[in-house]
């Protein structure tokens, strides 16, 4: 196809791209992770892999298992001729788009398949495997996946590779190792995927893949405060690698910020540095990727000190938790309500005090719904929560996934006054923390927009014989900085943070140890407790009801 037609058919694919977006919710599109690659963020792609592969690709068997309406194939078009595509194929299960891509390229020689990638790539057998794969997989969360979705692209996996993927890894992992089994050895491939592998437990297996099995070349973390998805909270990476062992001596380039051919800063890492390091975004080290890891391994980190635990997930925040004054309007008995904490954007204060009740003294006063007896006994004691609870079947809630599975499903997680609690997200740059450490004083408990710590072993013992004491530990807290935070945490595009309770709890604890050097001896490694692979769990099942 000559160059000018290739453009304006370039200009057609992009103007039915916004057509097919705008029909397509942005829950849906979430759901079926369909977020389209910029196109110029395709050519970088294709450009850089033309530059390393060099004439090691002489003529190119080109592959998409996730082809969309084919802008990766335009960009390998533009970029690499279509002289030197002898084939070219490409998977997409969404039927229109489908169909956008065979109108648009099946001149050039695309070859477009209907069909989930993940189904047919074990019986998907092309003439001659492809050398050369371009590919943005879909970014499906794992809880959007059923448990039997789970388990056979897990055994297909296995199977495939001889790769254990953990059940929380996202639908793209999958692509990734699948589709290089599918490819052929020594050709290239180039991946856009969400950055988040790199720093959490079920990414281990991915991490391992790619030291171990690929010669991993270049690992490109956009800066997630340039999202490269409008409506896709997630910071991109681009992976590049060959399908060939790595050599023993073979080090990876990680760039960071910019574009792909220009990057902020770069640095090369040793593989055998890679295998040992817990999160790769640390990599390159540089200020304006502010990732450090706070603790070594010697270290006494704040989960020795503090048990860390995510807040509770009602179900539904609007129904179950109101204002305390409404709820004694209504007669709600007081021992069917427990005071809490309101979503971190709405708490100005980081020292909580009490009042004689042990609510809090902000306002408003909130509690929460949560009572433990059956409902013939609520309905007949206490009749008006009784008819207020009634009203979840109306509002479409009682059935949801939290409610529907507890006994009595209007009972909450039961969760003791923390008197330190960390928000769970939040945003900031530099010398700006992205989350905040409070003092709580008063009896209320916190939602899953918030860790709870409570002191244990010789701390423990420490406040309980010294609670004044507790003021010295909240400025301990107050100390941790903005880059031990950001570090130990993810980061999400546009720059928001999240924490989860077995990142906090690897954050140092040297300045508790330097002001109280008992605490040593009595502190106990139980790291285990709060591996992230847990919490990870709970957060996709709770969702965000702030």
Request: aromatic share 10%.
């Amino acid at each position: 196809m000559p160059a000018n037609d290739a453009n304006l058919v370039e200009l057609q694919r992009q103007a039915l791209q916004v057509a097919f977006d705008a029909r397509t919710s942005t829950a849906e599109r979430n759901r079926c992770g369909q977020f389209a690659t910029p196109y110029p963020v395709a050519v970088e792609i294709a450009r850089y892999v033309s530059h390393i592969a060099r004439d090691r690709l002489p003529t190119i068997r080109f592959a998409d298992p996730a082809l969309g309406s084919g802008g990766f194939f335009s960009a390998a078009l533009a970029v690499l001729g279509a002289e030197r595509i002898i084939s070219a194929v490409g998977v997409e299960i969404d039927p229109a788009l489908c169909d956008v891509a065979r109108t648009l390229w099946a001149s050039s020689g695309l070859e477009v398949v209907q069909g989930d990638f993940t189904r047919i790539v074990d019986h998907f057998h092309l003439s001659v495997a492809p050398n050369l794969i371009l590919a943005n997989p879909p970014y499906v969360r794992h809880h959007h996946l059923s448990f039997e979705e789970k388990e056979r692209l897990r055994a297909l996996t296995l199977r495939m590779t001889g790769v254990n993927v953990h059940g929380l890894a996202g639908l793209y992992v999958y692509f990734v190792l699948l589709a290089t089994a599918w490819m052929a050895d020594d050709g290239y491939a180039a991946w856009l995927i969400p950055s988040e592998f790199m720093d959490v437990n079920y990414g281990a297996a991915l991490k391992r893949y790619l030291t171990d099995h690929v010669t991993l070349i270049r690992v490109h973390r956009f800066d997630p405060a340039d999202v490269q998805f409008g409506d896709a909270l997630v910071s991109s990476t681009v992976l590049v690698f060959q399908k060939t062992p790595p050599p023993p001596d073979h080090t990876v380039e990680f760039t960071f910020g910019g574009a792909l051919l220009s990057p902020l800063v770069s640095d090369r890492i040793a593989l055998q540095q890679l295998r040992d390091s817990r999160k790769w975004t640390v990599y390159p080290r540089h200020p304006r990727n502010d990732r450090c890891l706070s603790s070594a391994g010697d270290d006494v980190t704040l989960g020795d000190l503090f048990r860390i635990q995510r807040g509770i997930a009602t179900g539904n925040n609007r129904f179950f938790i109101l204002e305390r004054r409404e709820a004694e309007r209504r007669g709600f008995p007081h021992g069917c309500l427990r005071p809490i904490l309101p979503a971190p954007r709405f708490l100005k204060t980081t020292v909580i005090e009490a009042d004689q009740d042990g609510y809090p003294l902000i306002e408003p006063q909130l509690c929460v719904i949560d009572c433990d007896l059956p409902e013939p006994a609520l309905r007949t004691r206490f009749p008006t929560l009784w008819e207020y609870l009634q009203t979840a079947e109306t509002l479409g809630i009682r059935h949801g996934y939290l409610i529907d599975r507890r006994t009595p499903w209007y009972r909450q997680e039961q969760r003791a006054p923390a008197p330190f609690l960390c928000t769970y997200m939040g945003r900031g740059v530099g010398m700006q923390r992205p989350f905040r450490f409070i003092w709580n004083q008063s009896r209320a408990i916190a939602t899953n927009l918030y860790l709870m710590l409570y002191p244990k072993g010789g701390l423990a013992r420490l406040l309980q014989q010294r609670p004044d004491a507790a003021a010295d530990v909240f400025a301990l807290l107050s100390q941790v900085t903005g880059d031990e935070l950001r570090g130990e945490g993810r980061v999400y595009g546009g720059g928001l943070h999240k924490i989860e309770p077995g990142e906090l709890a690897r954050i140092s604890a040297s300045a508790f140890i330097d002001r109280w050097p008992e605490l040593r001896a009595t502190s106990h490694r139980q790291h285990a407790l709060f591996e992230d692979v847990g919490q990870e769990e709970n957060t996709d099942r709770h969702g965000y009801d702030g």
